[in-house]
């Protein structure tokens, strides 16, 4: 009976996750793009391609919490072993959500995704009959186009590598070797994408939280600061309601007005963060800044241990298996309590790593902005989330922040059984992360004692040195 439930579970599960993705993405999206003022055709294309924007960013969210549900269900299942109540949840269950993830990942990153770019960006054929068919078929032809081209990349890849007939003989079974393998290329890409972006994401949670909370009177003077704000914000408003421009400066009304609308809103948060309480102040900023230090702290130390297990013991590798055998025996040494801080530090990587990715030069323009963002921009953040999330099982395996063995085709990527690959990545982890934290920690200090005792207000020397020509 439990096993006959599995598909409405996972049905019912989804469908939760779908509709929290069209309320986050319903938040970023640029209104004006699905509205059928100007063409119905747009924005029905727009509306199919927002459809599977929300479709993977689900899949994605799937993704995160795929290991933690594993792990907390393994859990609960050796709390309570003959519980009537969570008899649905079995490894059947575990072990079908593994598989659909796995699926649904390859569909959109391969499929979807590419069509919803397409989609958007076509006109149909020149000399056909405009509407949304004509640009279903000009999608369809590009994709296929594509399809092809990455596929013999693949196989071409694939025959350098393996270079050997049974290699090249196994890429014509197009589901059993070609998507497996291709998204092993993918995942063994974002798995690296993760090892920069979360050293880097680390570090900069602190810089983050700091915004976010409000800092001590001894490192944040918050009356200054509102003080200057309220005396600019009136400055530029008396510019504006003034309406006329300086005899040598002609004024720019509507920048003007940006400026002031800005001002007045980082006004409006200094006054909540001045309103805040004395033990949000004294006491939650720091609590924050040493729970981030802890759970980096920790991060590190278990990569650290693993390295040392993986020069002493073969079973510390990553492997994969096919049978999920839940409520057998805890996949911590320290059972539940260690069980609830791997799955603390799974999501806490995994927010250090959409924060480094964000964050880093490369990728800070995908940032969204409040209803202001453009479809082809939601469907590449859709795409590096979808990425980086999709690594995620096999980033916390590979490290050892969990024993949870990765279940599905999750566990057939052929880099798993690279122990040089393996050991290096867990090496370049963990100095990259002390290096990353080592680096804004000491920065961070030395800008927060400066200000903290008002050494910042200082004029700065001018040097001068006495040469014939003019002075430097």
Not at 24 to 41: L, Y
Not at 68 to 81: A, G, K, R, T
Not at 106 to 122: D, G, W
Request: aromatic share 12%; hydrophobic share 50%; proline share 4%.
């Amino acid at each position: 009976m439990p096993t006959l439930l599995c598909p409405q579970i996972c049905a019912l599960l989804f469908a939760s996750l779908y509709i929290l993705c069209h309320f986050i993405i319903t938040h970023f999206k640029k209104h004006t793009d699905f509205t059928a003022v100007h063409d119905d055709e747009d924005a029905a294309v727009n509306r199919i391609a927002l459809g599977l924007c929300t479709f993977t960013l689900a899949v994605a969210l799937g993704a995160v919490l795929l290991l933690p549900f594993s792990i907390i269900s393994n859990e609960v299942l050796l709390s309570f072993p003959q519980n009537y109540y969570i008899q649905w949840l079995n490894g059947s269950l575990i072990h079908g959500l593994w598989n659909l993830v796995f699926l649904f990942s390859n569909m959109s990153l391969v499929f979807l995704m590419p069509f919803a770019y397409f989609f958007t960006e076509s006109e149909g054929f020149a000399g056909s009959k405009k509407g949304i068919m004509a640009r279903v078929y000009e999608t369809s032809v590009v994709l296929l186009l594509l399809t092809l081209l990455v596929l013999g990349m693949v196989w071409v890849a694939s025959a350098i590598v393996g270079n050997d007939a049974a290699s090249r003989q196994s890429l014509y079974d197009l589901w059993e070797y070609y998507l497996p393998y291709l998204y092993s290329c993918i995942s063994l890409f974002g798995v690296l994408l993760l090892l920069l972006c979360t050293p880097f994401g680390l570090s900069t949670m602190f810089t983050v939280t700091g915004k976010l909370l409000v800092k001590p009177r001894l490192l944040e003077d918050l009356d200054e600061q509102l003080s200057c704000t309220r005396f600019e914000e009136a400055a530029v408003s008396h510019r504006i309601h003034s309406g006329k421009a300086s005899c040598w400066l002609n004024l720019d009304m509507e920048m003007l007005r940006e400026q002031f609308f800005a001002i007045r809103s980082k006004r409006r948060k200094l006054e909540l963060r001045h309103r805040a309480s004395p033990w949000q102040r004294n006491l939650g900023y720091p609590l924050a800044m040493l729970g981030l230090l802890a759970l980096t702290g920790i991060s590190v130390l278990i990569v650290c241990f693993h390295v040392l297990e993986l020069l002493l013991d073969d079973a510390a590798m990553p492997r994969g298996i096919q049978d999920a055998s839940l409520g057998q025996v805890s996949f911590s040494i320290f059972g539940s309590f260690g069980a609830a801080l791997q799955v603390v530090l799974i999501f806490y990587l995994m927010l250090s790593s959409v924060v480094g990715f964000y964050s880093s030069p490369l990728f800070t323009r995908l940032l969204p902005e409040r209803q202001d963002t453009p479809l082809t921009k939601i469907i590449g953040n859709c795409v590096s989330l979808l990425v980086l999330s999709s690594a995620l099982p096999v980033f916390s395996r590979t490290l050892g922040i969990t024993r949870f063995d990765l279940l599905g085709d999750f566990g057939r990527f052929n880099w798993l059984g690279n122990f040089y690959i393996v050991f290096l990545y867990n090496m370049g982890f963990a100095g990259l992360t002390t290096l990353c934290l080592v680096k804004r920690v000491s920065w961070a200090v030395q800008a927060e004692l400066i200000r903290a005792f008002g050494l910042h207000k200082l004029p700065l020397p001018v040097t001068r040195c006495r040469t014939r020509s003019k002075p430097c």
